[in-house]
Every structure is written in C-alpha cells, then in structure tokens.
C-alpha cells in the first residue's frame, strides 16, 4: 500500500524540525533519518516551502489547486470556441 503525501502542515513542521537538530549539531543527513524521510525530499522541501509558516504553506496550495482548476477551465472554453468558429465557417 502505498504512502500517503505529507500536507504541507506537515511538511513545514518536519522542515522546522530538521532545522532543530542541524541547530543542535547534528548533520542534515541524520535529522532526515530521524524525521523519516530522504535527503532528497528534504532539499526539494526546503527549496518549495523554505520560510513559509503554516498558513502560508496552506495557503499557496489551495491556490495551486485553484490555478490549476483555471487552467482546464481555459482550456476547456478555448475547445468551444474553436468548435463554434469551425461550425460557423462550416468546416465541419
């Protein structure tokens, strides 16, 4: 079965606590092990949610959503209108 995905809360939690441990002297490899997750994600993380508090994280997701929802909406409305200009010159 596989893992669910960390909502952003989450992740600007973990980030806040890798951040504890680096503080406190250990290195970033063991803090993401005791976090649970890979380096890698650790970066990617760090590089998309960096300084954001918890209601910005939350925020800039809903917004993606919405952005992205708008984008099929344009499209979507591109499609009809091309039909209906074809339709109309009788290319059909």
Do not use: H
Not at 11 to 19: A, F, N, S, Y
Not at 34 to 59: C, F, H, P, T, V
């Amino acid at each position: 079965m596989p893992k669910k995905r960390p909502t952003p809360e989450q992740i600007v939690l973990l980030l806040r606590q890798i951040e504890v441990a680096t503080s406190q002297g250990k290195s970033i490899a063991i803090a993401c092990r005791e976090a649970g997750i890979s380096d890698q994600s650790y970066y990617r993380w760090r590089k998309e949610y960096g300084g954001l508090d918890l209601d910005q994280a939350r925020r800039m997701k809903d917004l993606e959503k919405e952005n992205g929802r708008l984008k099929r909406l344009v499209a979507d409305l591109s499609l009809e209108k091309q039909v209906l200009k074809d339709i109309a010159s009788g290319n059909f």
